[in-house]
């Protein structure tokens, strides 16, 4: 069984910094993508950024403002999203996502967290 666990949300006032966490745990054995996604109420769920063994792709909206990074070596399985310049339209449920085949594939087979609360408010 393979657990995904997220953390690091909250509340923000805009031009705050947030970052999130994330760790990729039990019977996997090799990890391709590790990205972070995020839903609005009354959106759909949308790529943030994501990593995998050619680079990072990260959405127009947070280029220049959000980093992503994995861990490495026995860190390997984290993924952590370093968010600076919130903005309202920042607010939203950030889910992590594990993939072991092509990004493509992540959202449809990859393992996902539970999700965390960010809120940019002031």
């Known amino acids: 069984q393979v657990q995904v666990v997220e953390s690091g949300g909250g509340l923000v006032q805009p031009g705050g910094s947030l970052r999130l966490s994330c760790t990729v745990s039990?019977?996997?054995?090799?990890?391709?993508?590790m990205g972070w996604y995020r839903q609005a109420p009354g959106n759909q769920r949308e790529l943030v950024a994501v990593?995998?063994?050619?680079?990072?792709?990260?959405a127009d909206s947070v280029k220049g403002r959000f980093t992503i990074s994995r861990g490495y070596a026995n860190a390997k399985n984290t993924v952590s999203l370093q968010m600076n310049s919130l903005k309202p339209t920042d607010t939203a449920v950030y889910y992590c996502?594990?993939?072991?085949?092509?990004?493509?594939?992540?959202?449809?087979?990859?393992?996902w967290g539970q999700g965390t609360q960010v809120t940019v408010s002031s």
């Open positions: 990593i995998t063994r050619s680079g990072t792709i990260y």
């Open positions: 996502n594990a993939g072991v085949g092509p990004l493509a594939d992540a959202t449809r087979f990859g393992y």
């Open positions: 039990g019977s996997i054995f090799s990890i391709n993508t």
